[in-house]
């Protein structure tokens, strides 16, 4: 078992996901992370799914997801064929706000985007790992909301959807 990127191109019509997710369902993969958003192409939307899976399994997905009539096209990647990164945000109270959370802040590469009466927000861009190990030291400074993204990833392959297009 590995890590794969799988990025789907749709367009964007209801329920798209919903078909898409149920596919994963059907053959017992969990998603580890999901994201939407557009592409660069006009009205073309792109999913970016995160999976742990076998070489096999990863083929017979994406064959899969292909055959949805929606689905423009949909490719898969190891980890080391993409570049990507997640995005965390992490709120603590003011009253946390010392040196040595300043400190922390500094290490991880992180940065302060929201400073109210009560709380702080923090942000830190990076791979899973990065971001949870973070989180595990602001348990310390009484970490009080944690969220994150899903991969947000483009490939390295000059494997293109404008090339399929063609």
Do not use: C, W
């Not at 369902?25 to 939407?36: C, E, K, L």
């Not at 689905?71 to 040196?99: C, G, M, N, R, T």
């Not at 929201?114 to 971001?131: C, L, Q, R």
């Amino acid at each position: 078992m590995k890590k794969f990127t799988i990025s789907v191109f749709t367009e964007n019509f209801i329920g798209i996901l919903n078909r898409i997710t149920i596919i994963f369902t059907r053959r017992g993969v969990n998603i580890n992370g999901i994201t939407a958003s557009e592409s660069r192409e006009d009205g073309i939307y792109r999913l970016t799914i995160e999976v742990t899976s076998t070489d096999e399994q990863i083929v017979q997905l994406v064959n899969q997801i292909e055959r949805i009539i929606d689905v423009i096209k949909a490719f898969y990647y190891e980890d080391d064929q993409v570049v990507f990164q997640e995005i965390a945000l992490y709120k603590l109270p003011v009253s946390s706000l010392d040196p040595g959370l300043e400190k922390v802040i500094r290490q991880y590469n992180a940065r302060i985007i929201s400073a109210e009466k009560n709380f702080v927000v923090i942000e830190m861009t990076g791979h899973k790992e990065d971001t949870q190990e973070l989180l595990g030291i602001l348990k310390k400074f009484n970490i009080m909301e944690f969220a994150r993204s899903g991969r947000v990833a483009v490939s390295k392959p000059m494997q293109t959807l404008d090339q399929y297009l063609q």
